[in-house]
């Protein structure tokens, strides 16, 4: 007996990629910040080396260094062998949600956590109230994670009913399905609205369906069973032949799907085909020649690279490409460009004090530029340099629709 | 064992719990630095937090007579950072300060876990320092200084040695002593020297102070393509005697380009017996006189394809080629074994040869990337750990492979250190004279043994009382015994 | 005496004082020991043109050496003064003249040793190829260590190719702070330059910028000064200025020499110096014990080279000495019974 299971456990041969070359360590917001082995990708990587090795069941110090990692896929970036550290700590979050018994308050936090985020049709009854947290924040000093929770509530939040269909303008591009989200569509609908416009000026028909909830982004990257959420998400949308996100998170899930799946017969195949479709917005608009004309828009940007995008993605010239297209912007590129925010999907919530040093600095590097807002294509990231850097945040396609309709983001 | 006890309660008093890891799991992400072929795990794994901790911390482990390890970020490939299993390990990734930057002086005062890069990020653009391991996003000067690093522009600037000018170092009793300084040539033994490259075996730098230097002016790089390593060697030759200097010249051999395109992705020809990355740097209107004769010495040699590099980032990308190469070969093979033989440069078609053949031989595959200004060659022989005997047949060819070398008249390690990979080798390259005189020095500086023992000499020995006149007596003529 | 001689001579020795092109003799504290002479170790054992590397036993003339790689176009980049002066002796004292400033010290050329022990043994440490750093590097710690751990009886060194075209230019001022800024800000460009040098004499003084190279002429007229196609004049005297009745060598910073070229202006000392290294000879007709206290305390490291034997009994030649016990440790490892030039670097 090891101390995984057979359900996905991490796979020998990911963990064997790993030269131990260290590349990756300076890289890791967690060794940045403490620079300690075992909050490293390497460290992480010989502990479940060990996992796999020793006899006898997981340890909290195997526990914590897994829980500690952000998951914003630096390393994957970083890493000259192609370690697919991805997979690996995927599987390996999964394993810990189910062979680790957490504290009783521990369980409590992540089950109200889980019972809210990824349920937009709860969110949105909180929503109206989410502009009161913030000032409340400064009262729960002694609170530290409801104290996040309250510092990063959006302060306000326009509801948007998208339409289930947007037709296309201009000349035609094919037919694309369209995730709203969970966060996303309570909290930033105007930046789905948004993104549905530019598809469409773009000239793609754009499918939004309403009834679908949430791609399981959350779950997954935490380690919680996110298998319902997926093909209840792969059922909805197979059928398109590209399935477009605006989150980065998002569209880092779902291209996981295949992965997720693999030892799933009846799964597997329709999995990975469904993965194959999936496209971040800005993939999809950079494979094509701009059609709609972009009007002057005079601002001084700071791009931010959202983990899930630039890391998991790879992702990194389109958005920049989009934005740079547009006359009068001017982009600037903050230094660390490769050190994730802190916000890292649910993260921040559950270790607020890294998360707000993480959070200044990223803050401080962003100021640094001059500029006057910040584009980041993930709502966390959103939510995290509001708090921090006090600059005004939006997501790409809020000014790609602006260029293009011919008015201020 | 008690004894082992109170010495992990004085190093918690010294530098906090938190900053002492006595748990397996978090010990076990220690066990083996930048060579996953050795493994052990240290008694306990301690992060010191200032210089002053470093002192009472060798302190502490000389009063209790246990030995100790230093690692930076553990990113060498020697195994210099391997701990000793009932040993402390000193963890000086905490010391990451850059205390000074003067500019004015061109000096830089910083911690020994400062990464290398991170130096010259400080004094750029108008300043840069020059070793530059293909390692230096991660490694730490600490490390650098201690195996005294070289890197790809070596050749022109020069390696570690040549820019420390100053340390302060805790020796093995705990004594802090401060060599050298910003100043040159200060009276006396060259102190600090002799300790750059010492491998952690004669103390533990707390603070280094490195020279700096203007950036050059201009830079131009370029990648040729050959059939062979034999003909690009031709080529370098022809550059050499030329009377050029580049800022760096590598080659890469067609398996280990191979291995990098599928990481960099830098569009190089899959079938080139060779390329040829060549950099001239200074003063501009030098290197554009000298790059257009290089470009046709390279032709003129038989490449078959010469590609400039446009701007910076496509040099980067170069680069990233040469930088990642060895990481990158865990792409093409599920392990490697990396030498860091050194050879005269003229001996590169003959001792190339001798590993092909000997590659054959063992029925094993070699790729090769090759400071070829220098002479320091990197053969990374690919096997597979999982398959009966294989690992052994690839240590055994690796040995081959290092004799080949120093038989040509070259070095065992050019810049990864002995630690303890390359200790059997050590006989092969220096008679027991030369070995004594060594631990004369190591003795001078830890007559105890406590200061990473166990790296660099082959055989272990213990300092006695200073020695009388030399005279090889016959048990130890017969390597029977091994006085001291 | 071969090598192996010169070992065994050390064995049964009580004492000796090790000489070569006895050039320096002057050096250090004065001491009285029976002469053992390396002069006819002067070999050019090895000269590998292609790798740029060469071996030359201890007593061969630097000036034989330079000559001899010069017809292959290429150069030892060492030129300290003494025209007689043998490479051990070099090596030993660490002596080095203008092309310092982009070649390095002796320490920075010399890739590997073979010296004779006080034990008998003949030991070698480093290696004939550039690069390599297996085993310690005893090379470093022999040289500049003025015999008194071992005698060097080989020496490998790294050898660079031979400019073919060169000028100085010159940068003159009568104001020494004003030349030390200039000299600074020309040390902060990336010149690649040869030589960059300062010279104080008499009131007036001058950097001194060497660049060779097919762009020599290009690079020079980014300099505002007076450009001199025949140097050979202007580095002899450069070299000569590091010999004379009194001398006394300053290790400082490049902002220090602001105060070292103040120094020799007010007391009429002629002053060379290395501007990117902040090293710097003063060259006194005379000078006494007070001068030389009140030098070290206004200018920090400095070492009493030539001087007359009066004053070398009165002076401490060193001055303070870092890391003094871990000196005497090393020292009592290497020549327990200090017979090796005794009393010369160790009191």
Known sequence: MTAFDTLNPPPPSLIDDCVHCGFCLPTCPTYVLWGEEMDSPRGRIVLMRAGHEEAGPMTLAQVNAWDNCLGCMACVTACPSGVQYDKLIEDTRGQVERQWGRPRAERLRRRAIFAMFPHPERMKWVAPFAPLAQPTARFLKRFPRLRTLAQLAPPRSRRVRLPEHTAPLGTPRGRVGFLQGCVQRVFFGSVNAATVGVLAAEGFEVWAPQSHRCCGALQLHTGIDARQEARDTIAAFESCDTVVVNAAGCGSAMKDYGHLFRDDPEWSERAAAFSAKVRDVHELLAEHEPQAPRHPIEMVLAYHDACHLAHAQQVRAQPRALLAAIPGIELREPAEWELCCGSAGVWNLLNPEPAAELGQRKARNLLDTGAEAVAAANPGCALQIAVHAGLPVHHPMEVLAASIHGRKP | MDGGRQLIEALRRICGDANVVTEHHALRTYESDGLLQYAAVPRAAVLPGTGDEVAAVVRACHEAGVPWVARGSGSGLSGGALPIEDGILVVLSRLRRILEVDLANQRVVCEPGVTNIAISAAVGPSHFYPPDPSSQIVCSIGGNEAENSGGAHCFKYGFTTNYVCGLEVVLPDGSVMTLGGKELDLPGYDLCGVFVGSEGTLGVATKITVRVVPTPESVRTLVAFFDSPGHAGHAVSAIVSAGMVPGAIEMMDNLSIGASEQMAGAGWPLDAGAALLVELDGPQSECDARFDEVRALCEQAGSNEVRVARDDAERQVFWKMRKAAFPAMGRVSPHYYVQDSVIPRTALSTVLDRIAELASEYDLQVGNVFHAGDGNLHPLVCYDGHTEGEAERAEELAGQIVLACVEAGGSITGEHGVGVDKKRYMPKMFSEADLDAFQKLRCAFDPDGLANPGKVMPTPRLCGEVPGPYREHPLEKAGLAERF | ?347
């Not at chain 3, 073919?164 to 230019?169: A, I, K, P, S």
């Not at chain 3, 050979?232 to 490049?254: I, K």
């Open chain 3, 1 to 347: 005496m071969d090598a192996a001689g010169v070992a065994a001579s050390l064995r049964e020795s009580g004492g000796v004082r090790v000489v070569a092109g006895g050039t320096k003799l002057g050096w250090g504290r004065p001491i009285e020991a029976p002469e053992l002479s390396v002069a006819e170790l002067d070999a050019i054992v090895e000269h590998n043109e292609g790798d740029l590397t060469a071996i030359l036993q201890a007593g061969v003339p630097v000036a034989t050496a330079r000559a001899a790689f010069a017809s292959a176009g290429q150069m030892l980049a060492l030129d300290p003064p003494d025209d007689g002066a043998t490479i051990g002796g070099v090596v030993a004292t660490g002596d080095s003249g203008p092309l310092r400033h982009r070649y390095g010290a002796p320490r920075d050329l010399v890739l590997g040793v073979q010296v004779a022990l006080p034990d008998g043994s003949l030991a070698r440490a480093g290696s004939k190829v550039i690069k390599n750093v297996a085993g310690y590097d005893l090379a470093k710690l022999m040289t500049g260590a003025f015999g008194t751990l071992g005698v060097v009886t080989e020496v490998s060194l790294r050898l660079h190719p031979a400019p073919r075209e060169w000028l100085t230019v010159v940068v003159r001022s009568d104001d020494p702070r004003a030349l030390a800024t200039a000299a600074a800000e020309l040390t902060h460009r990336p010149l690649e330059a040869d030589r960059l040098d300062l010279r104080w004499e008499d009131g007036a003084g001058a950097v001194l910028v060497q660049l060779c190279g097919p762009s020599a002429r290009e690079r020079a007229a980014r300099i505002d000064g007076e450009v001199v196609e025949d140097d050979d004049e202007l580095w002899a005297a450069q070299r000569a200025g590091q010999r004379g009745p009194v001398v006394l060598r300053v290790s400082t910073t490049q902002q220090g020499l602001a105060d070292v070229l103040a120094t020799a202006n007010e007391h009429g000392a002629l002053c060379v110096a290395r501007a990117a290294h902040g090293l710097a000879w003063l060259r006194f007709e005379s000078a006494d014990a007070e001068l030389i206290a009140a030098l070290r305390a206004r200018l920090g490291a400095c070492v009493l080279l030539d001087a007359p034997a009066e004053l070398r009994r009165a002076v401490d030649p060193w001055g303070p000495l870092t890391a003094e016990p871990l000196m005497r440790r090393i020292k009592a490892r290497f020549d327990p019974h200090d017979i090796l030039n005794p009393g010369l670097l160790l009191r």
